[in-house]
Protein backbone atom coordinates (compact mmCIF):
# COMPACT_ATOMS: atom_id res chain seq x y z
CA UNK A 1 0.00 0.00 0.00
CA UNK A 2 1.61 3.27 -0.97
CA UNK A 3 1.40 5.82 2.21
CA UNK A 4 -0.52 8.96 1.94
CA UNK A 5 -0.85 12.29 3.73
CA UNK A 6 -4.33 12.31 3.90
CA UNK A 7 -5.66 11.14 7.37
CA UNK A 8 -9.58 9.82 8.08
CA UNK A 9 -9.23 13.17 10.57
CA UNK A 10 -8.52 15.25 7.28
CA UNK A 11 -11.99 13.35 6.06
CA UNK A 12 -13.70 14.08 8.99
CA UNK A 13 -12.77 18.02 9.04
CA UNK A 14 -13.21 18.97 5.60
CA UNK A 15 -15.73 16.36 3.70
CA UNK A 16 -19.12 17.70 4.09
CA UNK A 17 -20.86 21.25 2.06
CA UNK A 18 -22.34 24.22 3.39
CA UNK A 19 -25.81 24.40 2.67
CA UNK A 20 -29.45 26.98 2.73
CA UNK A 21 -28.20 29.67 1.55
CA UNK A 22 -29.58 32.83 1.01
CA UNK A 23 -28.84 36.92 1.05
CA UNK A 24 -29.92 39.11 3.29
CA UNK A 25 -30.54 42.80 3.46
CA UNK A 26 -28.22 44.81 6.10
CA UNK A 27 -28.31 48.42 6.86
CA UNK A 28 -24.95 49.16 5.31
CA UNK A 29 -25.28 46.49 2.89
CA UNK A 30 -25.92 42.69 1.90
CA UNK A 31 -25.20 40.25 4.22
CA UNK A 32 -24.95 36.38 2.80
CA UNK A 33 -26.45 33.65 5.63
CA UNK A 34 -25.52 29.79 5.41
CA UNK A 35 -25.67 26.92 7.40
CA UNK A 36 -22.21 24.35 8.26
CA UNK A 37 -21.56 21.27 9.68
CA UNK A 38 -19.28 20.91 12.55
CA UNK A 39 -18.16 17.66 12.96
CA UNK A 40 -15.53 18.62 15.74
CA UNK A 41 -18.64 19.77 18.18
CA UNK A 42 -20.78 16.49 17.85
CA UNK A 43 -21.60 17.51 14.15
CA UNK A 44 -24.02 19.88 14.48
CA UNK A 45 -24.99 22.49 11.97
CA UNK A 46 -24.10 26.38 12.92
CA UNK A 47 -26.20 28.96 10.70
CA UNK A 48 -23.48 31.41 10.52
CA UNK A 49 -23.80 35.19 8.15
CA UNK A 50 -21.00 36.80 6.78
CA UNK A 51 -21.08 40.83 6.63
CA UNK A 52 -20.28 43.14 4.12
CA UNK A 53 -17.04 43.51 5.71
CA UNK A 54 -16.18 40.07 5.02
CA UNK A 55 -16.42 38.43 8.51
CA UNK A 56 -18.17 35.68 8.93
CA UNK A 57 -19.61 34.83 11.88
CA UNK A 58 -21.61 32.30 13.98
CA UNK A 59 -25.45 33.16 14.30
CA UNK A 60 -26.55 30.09 16.30
CA UNK A 61 -24.82 29.62 19.62
CA UNK A 62 -22.69 27.09 20.77
CA UNK A 63 -24.96 24.07 21.35
CA UNK A 64 -27.65 24.56 19.24
CA UNK A 65 -28.03 22.58 16.31
CA UNK A 66 -30.12 23.70 13.31
CA UNK A 67 -31.25 20.24 11.90
CA UNK A 68 -35.21 18.58 12.15
CA UNK A 69 -36.43 15.15 11.65
CA UNK A 70 -39.46 15.97 9.14
CA UNK A 71 -39.83 12.73 6.83
CA UNK A 72 -36.72 11.37 8.52
CA UNK A 73 -34.26 13.51 6.08
CA UNK A 74 -34.75 16.65 7.29
CA UNK A 75 -35.82 20.03 5.05
CA UNK A 76 -35.06 23.87 5.26
CA UNK A 77 -33.99 24.29 9.02
CA UNK A 78 -33.77 27.84 9.44
CA UNK A 79 -34.50 31.44 8.19
CA UNK A 80 -32.87 35.04 8.65
CA UNK A 81 -35.52 37.74 10.32
CA UNK A 82 -35.51 41.62 9.42
CA UNK A 83 -34.43 41.95 12.73
CA UNK A 84 -31.11 40.40 12.24
CA UNK A 85 -32.82 37.29 13.85
CA UNK A 86 -33.38 33.85 13.57
CA UNK A 87 -35.62 31.45 13.26
CA UNK A 88 -34.53 27.83 13.58
CA UNK A 89 -35.33 24.24 14.34
CA UNK A 90 -33.24 22.51 16.82
CA UNK A 91 -32.29 19.26 16.39
CA UNK A 92 -32.22 17.61 20.20
CA UNK A 93 -36.32 18.67 20.66
CA UNK A 94 -37.64 19.32 17.17
CA UNK A 95 -39.03 22.81 18.46
CA UNK A 96 -38.95 25.88 16.48
CA UNK A 97 -37.21 28.92 18.04
CA UNK A 98 -36.82 32.19 17.83
CA UNK A 99 -32.87 34.06 18.51
CA UNK A 100 -32.75 37.56 18.75
CA UNK A 101 -29.11 38.78 17.65
CA UNK A 102 -27.17 38.35 20.59
CA UNK A 103 -29.27 36.75 22.47
CA UNK A 104 -30.57 33.16 23.64
CA UNK A 105 -32.75 31.10 21.46
CA UNK A 106 -36.59 31.22 22.51
CA UNK A 107 -39.22 28.70 22.23
CA UNK A 108 -42.02 28.86 19.76
CA UNK A 109 -43.73 25.71 19.90
CA UNK A 110 -44.35 23.55 22.59
CA UNK A 111 -42.60 20.05 23.49
CA UNK A 112 -44.62 17.35 21.95
CA UNK A 113 -44.36 14.51 19.29
CA UNK A 114 -44.39 17.61 16.40
CA UNK A 115 -41.18 18.55 13.96
CA UNK A 116 -41.15 21.63 11.65
CA UNK A 117 -39.52 21.89 8.14
CA UNK A 118 -39.32 24.00 5.19
CA UNK A 119 -39.35 27.49 7.08
CA UNK A 120 -40.87 30.27 5.00
CA UNK A 121 -41.40 33.75 7.06
CA UNK A 122 -44.47 35.50 6.33
CA UNK A 123 -44.69 39.22 8.12
CA UNK A 124 -44.86 38.35 11.45
CA UNK A 125 -44.89 34.40 11.07
CA UNK A 126 -43.42 32.04 9.91
CA UNK A 127 -45.36 29.12 8.26
CA UNK A 128 -43.72 25.92 7.61
CA UNK A 129 -44.45 22.10 7.13
CA UNK A 130 -45.48 20.45 10.43
CA UNK A 131 -45.62 16.80 10.50
CA UNK A 132 -47.53 15.10 13.97
CA UNK A 133 -46.74 11.51 13.78
CA UNK A 134 -47.58 10.44 10.08
CA UNK A 135 -49.41 13.66 9.37
CA UNK A 136 -48.11 16.98 7.38
CA UNK A 137 -49.83 20.13 7.68
CA UNK A 138 -49.23 23.80 6.45
CA UNK A 139 -49.02 26.06 9.71
CA UNK A 140 -48.61 29.11 10.88
CA UNK A 141 -46.71 30.19 13.24
CA UNK A 142 -46.72 33.63 15.28
CA UNK A 143 -42.85 34.97 15.53
CA UNK A 144 -44.33 36.33 19.19
CA UNK A 145 -44.98 32.83 20.30
CA UNK A 146 -48.65 32.50 20.20
CA UNK A 147 -50.20 29.37 19.15
CA UNK A 148 -49.75 27.97 15.76
CA UNK A 149 -52.71 28.21 13.13
CA UNK A 150 -53.78 25.03 10.71
CA UNK A 151 -53.44 27.08 7.14
CA UNK A 152 -53.86 24.22 5.10
CA UNK A 153 -54.75 20.20 5.34
CA UNK A 154 -54.36 18.34 2.00
CA UNK A 155 -52.38 15.47 1.03
CA UNK A 156 -49.99 13.15 3.01
CA UNK A 157 -47.18 14.67 2.28
CA UNK A 158 -46.61 18.94 1.27
CA UNK A 159 -43.71 20.69 0.70
CA UNK A 160 -42.26 23.98 -1.09
CA UNK A 161 -45.58 26.16 0.65
CA UNK A 162 -45.28 29.59 -1.07
CA UNK A 163 -47.47 32.75 -0.87
CA UNK A 164 -48.35 34.84 -3.72
CA UNK A 165 -46.40 38.08 -4.47
CA UNK A 166 -50.22 40.25 -3.43
CA UNK A 167 -50.66 37.37 -0.55
CA UNK A 168 -54.13 36.11 -1.86
CA UNK A 169 -52.86 32.97 -2.77
CA UNK A 170 -50.52 30.08 -1.31
CA UNK A 171 -49.21 27.56 -3.35
CA UNK A 172 -47.36 23.82 -2.54
CA UNK A 173 -46.59 20.43 -3.99
CA UNK A 174 -48.21 16.99 -2.55
CA UNK A 175 -48.62 13.80 -2.61
CA UNK A 176 -49.77 10.61 -1.64
CA UNK A 177 -48.50 7.16 -0.94
CA UNK A 178 -47.67 5.09 -2.46
CA UNK A 179 -45.60 7.69 -4.56
CA UNK A 180 -42.57 9.18 -3.52
CA UNK A 181 -41.55 12.88 -4.99
CA UNK A 182 -40.30 11.84 -7.94
CA UNK A 183 -42.60 9.79 -8.79
CA UNK A 184 -46.04 11.77 -9.23
CA UNK A 185 -46.76 15.22 -7.38
CA UNK A 186 -49.38 17.84 -7.70
CA UNK A 187 -48.36 21.17 -7.61
CA UNK A 188 -51.88 22.95 -5.61
CA UNK A 189 -53.11 26.44 -5.61
CA UNK A 190 -55.78 27.71 -2.66
CA UNK A 191 -57.27 31.50 -2.09
CA UNK A 192 -56.44 32.28 1.52
CA UNK A 193 -59.54 33.44 3.56
CA UNK A 194 -59.97 36.11 6.29
CA UNK A 195 -59.03 33.74 8.79
CA UNK A 196 -55.67 33.19 7.18
CA UNK A 197 -56.62 29.88 6.42
CA UNK A 198 -56.57 27.93 2.51
CA UNK A 199 -59.86 27.78 0.54
CA UNK A 200 -60.57 24.45 -1.38
CA UNK A 201 -57.69 24.18 -3.84
CA UNK A 202 -57.13 23.31 -7.65
CA UNK A 203 -54.04 21.50 -9.30
CA UNK A 204 -52.58 23.62 -11.83
CA UNK A 205 -49.51 20.35 -13.18
CA UNK A 206 -48.49 17.31 -11.80
CA UNK A 207 -50.09 14.54 -11.67
CA UNK A 208 -49.60 10.80 -10.56
CA UNK A 209 -46.63 10.10 -13.45
CA UNK A 210 -45.53 13.98 -13.36
CA UNK A 211 -43.52 14.78 -10.68
CA UNK A 212 -43.47 18.87 -9.87
CA UNK A 213 -39.95 19.60 -7.28
CA UNK A 214 -40.38 23.20 -7.15
CA UNK A 215 -42.63 26.12 -7.35
CA UNK A 216 -42.37 29.85 -7.41
CA UNK A 217 -44.79 32.63 -8.10
CA UNK A 218 -43.73 34.77 -10.84
CA UNK A 219 -47.02 37.29 -9.95
CA UNK A 220 -50.23 37.09 -8.88
CA UNK A 221 -51.29 35.42 -12.43
CA UNK A 222 -48.57 32.44 -12.87
CA UNK A 223 -45.76 30.10 -11.46
CA UNK A 224 -42.62 28.81 -12.64
CA UNK A 225 -42.18 24.98 -11.68
CA UNK A 226 -39.70 22.66 -12.23
CA UNK A 227 -41.89 19.20 -13.68
CA UNK A 228 -40.72 16.67 -16.26
CA UNK A 229 -44.18 15.64 -18.14
CA UNK A 230 -41.29 15.19 -21.26
CA UNK A 231 -38.93 12.91 -19.01
CA UNK A 232 -36.57 15.75 -17.73
CA UNK A 233 -36.93 18.39 -15.08
CA UNK A 234 -37.04 21.33 -17.09
CA UNK A 235 -38.57 24.58 -16.06
CA UNK A 236 -42.06 25.30 -17.27
CA UNK A 237 -44.55 28.50 -16.82
CA UNK A 238 -47.51 27.68 -15.21
CA UNK A 239 -50.64 30.34 -15.79
CA UNK A 240 -53.55 30.16 -13.64
CA UNK A 241 -56.02 31.29 -16.23
CA UNK A 242 -56.23 27.43 -17.40
CA UNK A 243 -53.97 27.54 -20.44
CA UNK A 244 -51.69 24.67 -20.31
CA UNK A 245 -48.06 25.06 -18.85
CA UNK A 246 -45.20 25.92 -21.17
CA UNK A 247 -42.05 24.48 -21.26
CA UNK A 248 -38.91 27.49 -20.98
CA UNK A 249 -36.22 24.72 -21.00
CA UNK A 250 -37.02 22.20 -23.94
CA UNK A 251 -33.94 20.06 -23.31
CA UNK A 252 -32.58 16.53 -22.56
CA UNK A 253 -31.21 18.14 -19.04
CA UNK A 254 -32.26 17.97 -15.21
CA UNK A 255 -33.22 21.28 -13.74
CA UNK A 256 -34.51 19.56 -10.83
CA UNK A 257 -33.84 16.39 -8.98
CA UNK A 258 -34.96 14.21 -6.27
CA UNK A 259 -36.51 15.55 -3.63
CA UNK A 260 -35.09 13.94 -0.55
CA UNK A 261 -35.53 17.09 1.55
CA UNK A 262 -37.89 19.32 2.05
CA UNK A 263 -36.70 23.09 0.91
CA UNK A 264 -34.15 22.08 -2.20
CA UNK A 265 -34.36 24.70 -4.66
CA UNK A 266 -32.99 24.48 -8.26
CA UNK A 267 -33.91 27.87 -8.97
CA UNK A 268 -34.46 31.16 -8.06
CA UNK A 269 -35.89 34.87 -9.75
CA UNK A 270 -33.64 37.46 -10.09
CA UNK A 271 -35.55 40.29 -11.07
CA UNK A 272 -37.15 39.53 -14.42
CA UNK A 273 -34.83 36.61 -15.04
CA UNK A 274 -34.22 33.09 -13.49
CA UNK A 275 -31.00 31.62 -12.04
CA UNK A 276 -31.11 28.37 -12.49
CA UNK A 277 -28.90 24.90 -11.98
CA UNK A 278 -29.14 22.45 -14.78
CA UNK A 279 -27.11 19.50 -16.20
CA UNK A 280 -26.56 15.97 -15.18
CA UNK A 281 -25.24 13.72 -12.65
CA UNK A 282 -22.08 13.92 -14.64
CA UNK A 283 -21.89 17.82 -14.09
CA UNK A 284 -24.64 21.02 -13.33
CA UNK A 285 -23.97 24.25 -14.28
CA UNK A 286 -24.76 27.29 -12.98
CA UNK A 287 -26.81 29.77 -15.37
CA UNK A 288 -29.46 32.83 -16.20
CA UNK A 289 -32.28 31.81 -17.66
CA UNK A 290 -34.21 34.54 -20.08
CA UNK A 291 -37.84 33.25 -19.93
CA UNK A 292 -38.89 35.52 -22.64
CA UNK A 293 -36.72 34.11 -25.19
CA UNK A 294 -35.67 30.29 -23.35
CA UNK A 295 -31.70 31.56 -23.67
CA UNK A 296 -29.37 30.37 -20.89
CA UNK A 297 -26.14 32.48 -20.04
CA UNK A 298 -23.98 30.35 -18.78
CA UNK A 299 -22.05 31.93 -15.17
CA UNK A 300 -20.71 28.86 -14.09
CA UNK A 301 -17.25 29.39 -14.13
CA UNK A 302 -14.47 26.76 -13.30
CA UNK A 303 -17.43 24.97 -11.06
CA UNK A 304 -18.96 22.05 -12.19
CA UNK A 305 -21.76 21.25 -9.97
CA UNK A 306 -24.00 22.93 -8.01
CA UNK A 307 -26.19 22.35 -5.13
CA UNK A 308 -29.50 22.86 -4.38
CA UNK A 309 -29.39 26.24 -2.75
CA UNK A 310 -29.88 29.42 -4.30
CA UNK A 311 -30.59 32.67 -3.53
CA UNK A 312 -30.47 36.06 -5.71
CA UNK A 313 -30.70 39.26 -4.00
CA UNK A 314 -33.23 41.56 -4.20
CA UNK A 315 -32.03 43.67 -7.18
CA UNK A 316 -31.42 40.53 -9.32
CA UNK A 317 -27.78 42.00 -10.01
CA UNK A 318 -26.23 38.75 -7.49
CA UNK A 319 -26.73 35.23 -6.65
CA UNK A 320 -25.14 32.72 -4.44
CA UNK A 321 -24.92 28.96 -4.81
CA UNK A 322 -22.78 26.13 -3.68
CA UNK A 323 -20.77 25.17 -5.98
CA UNK A 324 -17.85 22.61 -6.32
CA UNK A 325 -15.80 20.30 -8.86
CA UNK A 326 -13.36 17.33 -8.86
CA UNK A 327 -10.60 19.86 -7.70
CA UNK A 328 -12.13 21.98 -5.07
CA UNK A 329 -14.82 21.00 -2.58
CA UNK A 330 -18.30 22.60 -2.13
CA UNK A 331 -17.80 26.28 -1.19
CA UNK A 332 -19.94 29.31 -0.55
CA UNK A 333 -19.91 32.02 -3.86
CA UNK A 334 -21.49 34.68 -5.27
CA UNK A 335 -22.10 35.22 -8.30
CA UNK A 336 -21.96 38.81 -10.48
CA UNK A 337 -24.89 38.32 -12.96
CA UNK A 338 -24.01 40.85 -15.41
CA UNK A 339 -20.10 39.84 -15.62
CA UNK A 340 -20.25 36.22 -14.46
CA UNK A 341 -17.33 37.21 -11.88
CA UNK A 342 -17.15 34.92 -8.59
CA UNK A 343 -16.25 35.77 -5.18
CA UNK A 344 -15.50 32.50 -2.82
CA UNK A 345 -17.56 34.01 0.67
CA UNK A 346 -17.20 30.47 2.58
CA UNK A 347 -13.71 30.56 4.76
CA UNK A 348 -10.89 28.06 2.87
CA UNK A 349 -9.88 24.95 4.20
CA UNK A 350 -6.95 23.06 4.22
CA UNK A 351 -6.49 20.77 1.35
CA UNK A 352 -4.05 18.41 0.24
CA UNK A 353 -1.79 18.89 -2.04
CA UNK A 354 -3.14 18.65 -5.35
CA UNK A 355 -0.85 16.10 -6.58
CA UNK A 356 -2.28 13.23 -4.32
CA UNK A 357 -6.23 13.70 -5.84
CA UNK A 358 -7.53 11.81 -8.14
CA UNK A 359 -8.71 13.25 -11.78
CA UNK A 360 -12.09 11.56 -11.90
CA UNK A 361 -13.24 10.53 -15.85
CA UNK A 362 -17.03 10.20 -16.35
CA UNK A 363 -17.63 6.58 -18.28
CA UNK A 364 -20.45 4.57 -19.99
CA UNK A 365 -20.09 0.55 -19.46
CA UNK A 366 -22.67 -0.85 -22.00
CA UNK A 367 -25.18 2.00 -20.77
CA UNK A 368 -24.27 2.07 -17.00
CA UNK A 369 -22.95 5.43 -16.10
CA UNK A 370 -19.88 5.64 -13.50
CA UNK A 371 -17.46 8.15 -12.39
CA UNK A 372 -13.96 6.45 -12.10
CA UNK A 373 -11.26 7.98 -10.05
CA UNK A 374 -7.77 6.28 -10.53
CA UNK A 375 -5.19 5.27 -7.73
CA UNK A 376 -1.96 6.85 -7.56
CA UNK A 377 0.91 4.79 -8.44
CA UNK A 378 -1.14 3.03 -11.04
CA UNK A 379 1.15 1.48 -13.98
CA UNK A 380 -0.20 1.14 -17.58
CA UNK A 381 -0.70 -2.59 -17.78
CA UNK A 382 -0.86 -3.35 -14.22
CA UNK A 383 -4.44 -3.88 -13.08
CA UNK A 384 -5.09 -2.67 -9.86
CA UNK A 385 -7.28 -2.99 -6.86
CA UNK A 386 -10.96 -1.08 -7.00
CA UNK A 387 -13.99 -0.13 -5.00
CA UNK A 388 -17.27 -0.04 -6.61
CA UNK A 389 -18.86 3.08 -4.53
CA UNK A 390 -22.48 2.74 -4.66
CA UNK A 391 -25.01 5.76 -3.63
CA UNK A 392 -27.65 5.72 -1.30
CA UNK A 393 -31.44 6.27 -2.75
CA UNK A 394 -31.37 4.48 -4.93
CA UNK A 395 -33.19 7.04 -6.46
CA UNK A 396 -29.97 9.45 -5.88
CA UNK A 397 -26.62 9.75 -7.61
CA UNK A 398 -23.00 10.72 -7.02
CA UNK A 399 -21.76 13.78 -8.80
CA UNK A 400 -17.92 13.89 -10.18
CA UNK A 401 -17.13 16.65 -7.22
CA UNK A 402 -13.81 16.95 -4.95
CA UNK A 403 -14.14 13.87 -2.76
CA UNK A 404 -11.72 13.22 0.16
CA UNK A 405 -12.96 10.20 1.20
CA UNK A 406 -12.46 8.55 -2.14
CA UNK A 407 -9.22 10.66 -2.20
CA UNK A 408 -8.13 8.95 1.45
CA UNK A 409 -8.37 5.49 -0.81
CA UNK A 410 -7.01 6.53 -4.05
CA UNK A 411 -4.02 7.93 -2.80
CA UNK A 412 -3.24 4.70 -0.98
CA UNK A 413 -3.44 3.04 -4.62
CA UNK A 414 -7.10 1.75 -4.35
CA UNK A 415 -8.76 2.91 -7.09
CA UNK A 416 -12.28 4.31 -6.82
CA UNK A 417 -15.35 3.94 -9.55
CA UNK A 418 -19.04 5.12 -8.38
CA UNK A 419 -21.61 3.77 -9.64
CA UNK A 420 -24.57 5.65 -11.26
CA UNK A 421 -26.59 2.14 -11.80
CA UNK A 422 -30.27 2.49 -13.49
CA UNK A 423 -32.50 4.00 -11.00
CA UNK A 424 -29.96 7.06 -10.18
CA UNK A 425 -31.27 10.78 -11.07
CA UNK A 426 -30.14 12.69 -13.58
CA UNK A 427 -30.29 11.11 -16.68
CA UNK A 428 -33.89 11.74 -17.25
CA UNK A 429 -37.04 9.58 -16.19
CA UNK A 430 -36.50 6.79 -18.51
CA UNK A 431 -33.11 6.25 -16.64
CA UNK A 432 -35.08 6.01 -13.23
CA UNK A 433 -37.38 4.02 -14.24
CA UNK A 434 -34.91 1.03 -15.35
CA UNK A 435 -35.13 0.23 -11.71
CA UNK A 436 -39.06 0.11 -11.57
CA UNK A 437 -39.47 -3.55 -9.62
CA UNK A 438 -35.71 -4.34 -10.25
CA UNK A 439 -34.26 -3.34 -7.27
CA UNK A 440 -31.42 -5.57 -6.16
CA UNK A 441 -31.51 -7.15 -9.73
CA UNK A 442 -30.69 -3.79 -11.96
CA UNK A 443 -28.75 -2.14 -9.49
CA UNK A 444 -26.33 -6.09 -9.08
CA UNK A 445 -25.98 -5.98 -12.23
CA UNK A 446 -24.94 -2.56 -13.45
CA UNK A 447 -22.27 -2.33 -10.56
CA UNK A 448 -21.40 -5.60 -12.16
CA UNK A 449 -21.15 -4.41 -15.39
CA UNK A 450 -18.59 -1.61 -14.09
CA UNK A 451 -16.53 -3.68 -12.62
CA UNK A 452 -16.39 -6.10 -15.23
CA UNK A 453 -15.93 -3.12 -17.59
CA UNK A 454 -12.71 -2.12 -15.67
CA UNK A 455 -11.22 -5.29 -16.02
CA UNK A 456 -11.56 -5.54 -19.06
CA UNK A 457 -10.06 -2.17 -19.82
CA UNK A 458 -7.18 -3.46 -17.75
CA UNK A 459 -7.77 -0.89 -15.09
CA UNK A 460 -9.23 -3.27 -12.16
CA UNK A 461 -7.59 -6.49 -11.00
CA UNK A 462 -10.87 -8.94 -11.06
CA UNK A 463 -9.13 -10.83 -7.95
CA UNK A 464 -8.98 -7.95 -5.81
CA UNK A 465 -12.51 -5.65 -6.84
CA UNK A 466 -14.61 -4.64 -3.96
CA UNK A 467 -18.07 -3.15 -3.22
CA UNK A 468 -19.10 -0.88 -0.62
CA UNK A 469 -22.30 1.79 0.05
CA UNK A 470 -24.47 3.11 2.74
CA UNK A 471 -27.80 2.97 2.95
CA UNK A 472 -29.82 1.33 -0.02
CA UNK A 473 -25.94 1.19 -1.12
CA UNK A 474 -25.36 -0.92 1.34
CA UNK A 475 -28.34 -3.20 -0.05
CA UNK A 476 -27.11 -2.65 -3.21
CA UNK A 477 -23.45 -3.97 -2.07
CA UNK A 478 -24.40 -6.74 0.58
CA UNK A 479 -27.06 -8.18 -1.98
CA UNK A 480 -24.38 -8.31 -4.92
CA UNK A 481 -22.09 -9.74 -2.03
CA UNK A 482 -24.86 -12.67 -2.29
CA UNK A 483 -26.24 -12.56 -5.68
CA UNK A 484 -23.04 -12.11 -7.71
CA UNK A 485 -19.55 -14.19 -8.08
CA UNK A 486 -17.27 -10.30 -8.78
CA UNK A 487 -17.27 -9.16 -5.73
CA UNK A 488 -14.34 -10.10 -2.92
CA UNK A 489 -16.03 -8.40 -0.11
CA UNK A 490 -18.66 -5.64 0.68
CA UNK A 491 -18.55 -2.45 2.93
CA UNK A 492 -21.90 -1.86 3.89
CA UNK A 493 -22.88 1.59 6.48
CA UNK A 494 -26.37 1.46 8.00
CA UNK A 495 -27.53 -1.15 5.45
CA UNK A 496 -30.76 -2.69 3.88
CA UNK A 497 -30.52 -6.91 4.17
CA UNK A 498 -34.10 -7.51 4.57
CA UNK A 499 -36.26 -5.93 2.56
CA UNK A 500 -39.27 -7.19 3.30
CA UNK A 501 -38.76 -6.52 7.33
CA UNK A 502 -37.51 -3.14 6.57
CA UNK A 503 -41.21 -2.61 4.43
CA UNK A 504 -42.50 -3.40 7.95
CA UNK A 505 -40.23 -1.36 10.28
CA UNK A 506 -38.96 1.88 8.46
CA UNK A 507 -40.45 5.19 8.79
CA UNK A 508 -43.87 6.47 6.79
CA UNK A 509 -42.30 8.15 4.26
CA UNK A 510 -40.73 5.10 2.96
CA UNK A 511 -43.21 2.98 3.98
CA UNK A 512 -44.29 2.00 0.69
CA UNK A 513 -41.12 3.51 -1.40
CA UNK A 514 -40.92 -0.52 -2.31
CA UNK A 515 -43.95 -0.74 -3.98
CA UNK A 516 -42.26 0.76 -6.33
CA UNK A 517 -38.82 -0.44 -5.66
CA UNK A 518 -39.60 -4.13 -5.88
CA UNK A 519 -43.69 -4.76 -5.73
CA UNK A 520 -46.33 -4.24 -3.39
CA UNK A 521 -46.94 -6.79 -0.43
CA UNK A 522 -48.32 -9.18 -0.24
CA UNK A 523 -48.93 -10.07 -3.92
CA UNK A 524 -45.10 -9.84 -5.29
CA UNK A 525 -43.29 -11.61 -1.67
CA UNK A 526 -41.75 -13.97 -3.26
CA UNK A 527 -39.43 -11.36 -4.89
CA UNK A 528 -38.46 -10.38 -1.47
CA UNK A 529 -37.76 -13.20 -0.62
CA UNK A 530 -35.39 -14.31 -3.85
CA UNK A 531 -33.77 -11.12 -3.47
CA UNK A 532 -33.32 -10.64 0.35
CA UNK A 533 -28.72 -10.94 1.24
CA UNK A 534 -29.75 -12.20 4.73
CA UNK A 535 -32.45 -15.20 3.15
CA UNK A 536 -28.80 -15.92 0.73
CA UNK A 537 -25.73 -15.40 2.49
CA UNK A 538 -24.81 -18.70 2.49
CA UNK A 539 -23.93 -17.43 -1.42
CA UNK A 540 -21.60 -14.89 -0.26
CA UNK A 541 -18.38 -14.24 -2.11
CA UNK A 542 -16.55 -12.71 0.25
CA UNK A 543 -16.44 -11.23 3.90
CA UNK A 544 -18.65 -8.06 4.79
CA UNK A 545 -18.08 -5.12 7.12
CA UNK A 546 -21.57 -3.51 8.45
CA UNK A 547 -21.41 -0.43 10.35
CA UNK A 548 -24.67 0.76 11.71
CA UNK A 549 -25.92 4.31 13.85
CA UNK A 550 -27.89 2.79 16.87
CA UNK A 551 -29.91 5.85 16.52
CA UNK A 552 -31.05 4.90 13.56
CA UNK A 553 -34.94 5.85 12.68
CA UNK A 554 -34.49 4.66 8.73
CA UNK A 555 -32.79 1.54 8.51
CA UNK A 556 -33.39 -0.40 12.24
CA UNK A 557 -29.98 -1.88 13.37
CA UNK A 558 -31.53 -4.83 13.58
CA UNK A 559 -31.35 -5.42 9.83
CA UNK A 560 -27.19 -5.16 10.31
CA UNK A 561 -27.45 -7.73 12.79
CA UNK A 562 -29.78 -10.59 10.74
CA UNK A 563 -27.42 -10.18 8.10
CA UNK A 564 -24.20 -11.07 10.16
CA UNK A 565 -26.44 -13.65 12.30
CA UNK A 566 -26.95 -15.31 8.74
CA UNK A 567 -23.28 -15.20 7.87
CA UNK A 568 -22.06 -16.40 10.80
CA UNK A 569 -24.85 -19.27 10.65
CA UNK A 570 -23.13 -20.01 7.06
CA UNK A 571 -19.23 -19.90 8.36
CA UNK A 572 -18.91 -16.45 6.00
CA UNK A 573 -16.79 -14.01 7.40
CA UNK A 574 -17.37 -10.46 8.77
CA UNK A 575 -17.18 -7.61 10.65
CA UNK A 576 -19.57 -5.14 12.68
CA UNK A 577 -19.02 -1.82 14.32
CA UNK A 578 -21.92 0.17 15.87
CA UNK A 579 -22.06 4.22 16.51
CA UNK A 580 -23.78 5.49 19.73
CA UNK A 581 -25.38 8.93 19.18
CA UNK A 582 -25.23 8.38 15.37
CA UNK A 583 -28.63 8.25 12.87
CA UNK A 584 -28.39 7.69 9.15
CA UNK A 585 -25.23 8.90 8.51
CA UNK A 586 -22.01 9.75 10.36
CA UNK A 587 -21.88 13.32 11.22
CA UNK A 588 -19.31 13.33 14.24
CA UNK A 589 -15.61 13.71 13.57
CA UNK A 590 -14.63 10.41 15.93
CA UNK A 591 -16.95 8.45 13.78
CA UNK A 592 -16.16 9.38 10.37
CA UNK A 593 -12.53 8.42 11.54
CA UNK A 594 -13.38 5.03 13.15
CA UNK A 595 -15.88 4.29 10.10
CA UNK A 596 -12.93 5.28 7.38
CA UNK A 597 -10.17 3.68 9.23
CA UNK A 598 -12.10 0.09 9.88
CA UNK A 599 -13.13 0.18 5.84
CA UNK A 600 -9.21 0.74 4.91
CA UNK A 601 -8.29 -2.03 7.18
CA UNK A 602 -11.23 -4.22 5.86
CA UNK A 603 -9.48 -3.64 2.15
CA UNK A 604 -5.99 -4.85 3.42
CA UNK A 605 -7.46 -8.14 4.37
CA UNK A 606 -9.37 -8.88 1.79
CA UNK A 607 -7.04 -7.63 -1.05
CA UNK A 608 -3.48 -8.94 0.51
CA UNK A 609 -1.66 -5.54 1.71
CA UNK A 610 -0.78 -4.43 5.23
CA UNK A 611 -2.16 -1.57 7.11
CA UNK A 612 -0.41 -0.44 9.77
CA UNK A 613 -1.60 3.06 10.07
CA UNK A 614 -5.25 2.00 11.30
CA UNK A 615 -6.18 -0.26 14.35
CA UNK A 616 -6.30 -3.88 13.40
CA UNK A 617 -9.77 -5.22 12.43
CA UNK A 618 -10.53 -8.73 13.06
CA UNK A 619 -12.58 -10.85 10.85
CA UNK A 620 -15.05 -12.99 12.90
CA UNK A 621 -16.53 -16.82 11.81
CA UNK A 622 -14.80 -19.43 9.90
CA UNK A 623 -10.99 -18.40 8.26
Same mark, same amino acid.
Given at each position: ?71 ? !? ?22 ? %? ?53 ? =? ?11 ? @? ?33 ? #? %? ?21 ? !? ?16 ? +? ?6 ? @? ?31 ? +? ?20 ? !? ?22 ? /? ?23 ? @? ?19 ? #? ?19 ? +? ?61 ? =? ?9 ? +? ?22 ? %? ?47 ? @? ?35 ? #? ?30 ? /? ?11
Amino acid at each position: MIKSPITAADVARVDDRPFWVEIVPAPDGEEVWWDEPRPAEGGRRCVVRRGPDGGVHDVLPQGWNARNRVIE !YGGRSWRPLPDGGLVFTNWADQRL %YRCAPGGDPVPLTPLGPSRYADLVVQGDEVWCVRETEDRRDLVAVPLDGGPARVV =LKAQHFIMNPRVS @PGGGQVAWIGYDHPNMPWDGTSLCVAPLQDDGTAG #P %YRVVAGGPEEAVAQAEWRDDGAL !YAVTDPTGWWNIHLVPLD +GSPPRNLT @PMPKEFGDAAWKLGYTWFTLAGDLIVTMYGTAD +GKRLGVLDPATGEITDVGGSYT !YWAPTVSASPDGSSAVAVGGSPHK /PFEIVRVDLATGAHEVLSPAKALPD @PSVLPVPEAMVFDGVHAHVYP #PAGAEAGTPAPYVMFVHGGPT +GSSPMVFDLEIAYFTSRGIGVAEVNYGGSTGYGRAYRERLRHNWGVVDVRDSETVARGLAAAG =LADPERTAIRG +GSAGGWTSVAALVHSDVFRGAVAH %YAITDPEGWARETHDFESRYLDGLIGPLPETRQRYLDRSPTLHAAQASG @PALLMHGLEDAIVDPGQAERFIAALDEHGGRWAYMTF #PGEQHGWRREETIVAALEAELAFYGLIFGFPT /PEVPRLTLKGQM
